[in-house]
């Protein structure tokens, strides 16, 4: 038989001596990755599939804001409408229109052919602009106001308040040029005396 020997550094060398595969007693680790493999099957409910770490937290909680963002861009949408009119009030301005020259006499004074022809269209154009005015404004006034009633702690997207701070602005400014346009102050019909 060799005999075993150790060197300086602590390592066996020799004929007799084990390498780190020998030393391990294989059947005492195949017993405990059972044991622990067994505890393992009756303490996991879940299935076996791998999900990615972090999968579960990419779901959103609660709301998006979808629904605030597409109200926010409808304001803004409506807004501009009451700005540059809107083929409502272009209808509603040729039916004023048509219903002026039917009722106005070909008799009837410059004044009242002027103010009936064209001054209630005008009228028309000016209410079906303040209409979209105000939709607008109730609508960004509204999604501006919604977070005070959400679910506290979960701020509004930031875009979403740009959009519907604009769409308050042109629904601002679209109802003030209705009034004015609306009372004759803003281009008012030309004098016929």
């Keep these: 038989m060799g005999t075993k020997t150790v060197d300086e550094t602590g390592v066996e060398t020799g004929p007799e001596a084990k390498t780190d595969d ?28 791998d999900e990615p770490e972090g999968l579960a937290d990419t779901e959103p909680e609660g709301p998006t804001g979808v629904g605030q963002g597409a109200a926010a861009v409808v304001s803004a949408g409506l807004g501009l409408v009451s700005l540059t009119g809107g083929w409502i009030a272009t209808v509603a301005s040729a039916r004023e229109t048509l219903v002026g020259q039917l009722q106005t006499s070909s008799t009837a004074s410059v004044a009242k052919q002027v103010k009936e022809v064209y001054g209630d269209a005008w009228h028309a154009t000016a209410l079906w602009g303040g209409l979209f005015a105000l939709a607008a404004l109730l609508v960004g006034v509204f999604v501006l106001a919604r977070p005070a009633f959400g679910v506290p702690g979960k701020p509004q997207a930031g875009w979403i308040k740009s959009v519907a701070w604009a769409g308050v602005s042109l629904g601002v400014i679209g109802l003030l040029l209705a009034v004015l346009k609306y009372t004759d102050i803003l281009l008012g019909l030309p004098s016929t005396s």
């Design 22 to 49: 020998e030393k391990v007693d294989v059947s005492k680790v195949d017993e405990t990755t059972e044991a622990e493999a067994g505890a393992e099957v009756e303490t996991d409910d879940t299935d076996d599939v």
